[in-house]
């Protein structure tokens, strides 16, 4: 499929002014005013901000996530699981505006939260069969409620922890900015996980 230039501009664009401003600062005006384009030009390809930010979801963010959570059958080890959840802290930095600004963007769009849960869903699911599949191996000690809750409560605080930084949306994987932040964040998950792991 071709790609439309201008189309991904305004996305790029987008998420880098919502990053740095937070997106309830930031207007449709604002955003084809950093791309010297007309509003116009902008309202051919969305239709408003809701818009801009459901597709960020859907073309930009969905297909991340998915990528992440193909990697958990490869998850053998503590050290494995620290590389895959630092992929989602680092996914979680990259759009942080989506993640620090939620609850108000939920507000303006319901389709947007049942998008968001339908992904957030699936992730919690994944690391909890991770889990799982580490009990039947005799790695850790869960039980299936353990590991459910484990899991909900790991990916829930990492999510938080991503949002409250507030240098997350400027830094990238391989920074050691990052880095600082993402092994703070493990930490505490880690230490959760510890009493289970073998």
Known sequence: MKINRTRERILDKSIELFNRKQASNVSTVQISTALEISPGNLYYYYTNKEEV????WK?????????????AEEINDKKDLEQYLKKFLAHYAKFRFFYTERTTMFYNDDEMEDLY?????????????VFNRWAGEGKADFSKED??????????????????????????EGDKEF????????????????????
């Open 147 to 172: 590991a459910k809750l484990l899991a909900d409560s790991s990916m829930i605080l990492l999510e938080a922890l991503a949002a409250d930084n507030k240098n997350a949306g400027e830094v990238e």
């Open 117 to 129: 849960v339908e992904t957030a869903v699936q992730e919690k699911e994944t690391l909890e069969a």
């Open 59 to 71: 073309e930009r963010m969905v297909p991340e996530i998915t990528e992440i959570l193909e990697t």
């Open 179 to 198: 880095q600082a932040y993402a092994d703070k964040a493990l930490s505490y998950v880690m230490a959760a996980l510890g009493a289970h792991l073998k």
């Open 53 to 56: 930010i459901r597709c960020t």
